[in-house]
Nanobody, 120 residues
Framework: QVRLVESGGGLVQAGESLRLSCAASGRIFMINVMGWYRQAAGEQRELVAELHNSGATNYADSVKGRFTISEDSAKNTAYLQMNNLKPEDTAVYYC??????????????WGQGTQVTVSS
């Protein structure tokens, strides 16, 4: 069974930085896509950033130039470096990975979420 565990959330002031981590464990053969979503209170979950195993990335317009998604493939870990944080970045951030397991099954897995709060 695949499990994703996020860390790195917290309370910061506007203009500061945070780095989120997402470590995947289990019988993983290959990760195809790593992504970060967020959901603010009363809002729908939205894509923040994604990284394909081709190296292609995709970012929400609201975070372009401020957030960077990266990975350590040897550790099956995804990162989201968030710079110049704004109060509107406040949300629960979720990690997601679309992957092949060692059993040959493919699917998308989600972490439990980590809270990011940015004060003005």
């Amino acid at each position: 069974q695949v499990r994703l565990v996020e860390s790195g959330g917290g309370l910061v002031q506007a203009g500061e930085s945070l780095r989120l981590s997402c470590a995947a464990s289990g019988r993983i053969f290959m990760i195809n896509v790593m992504g970060w979503y967020r959901q603010a209170a009363g809002e729908q979950r939205e894509l923040v950033a994604e990284l394909h195993n081709s190296g292609a990335t995709n970012y929400a317009d609201s975070v372009k130039g401020r957030f960077t998604i990266s990975e350590d493939s040897a550790k099956n870990t995804a990162y989201l470096q968030m710079n110049n944080l704004k109060p509107e970045d406040t949300a629960v951030y979720y990690c997601t990975m679309t992957l092949w397991s060692s059993s040959g099954a493919t699917g998308t897995h989600w972490g439990q979420g980590t809270q990011v709060t940015v004060s003005s």
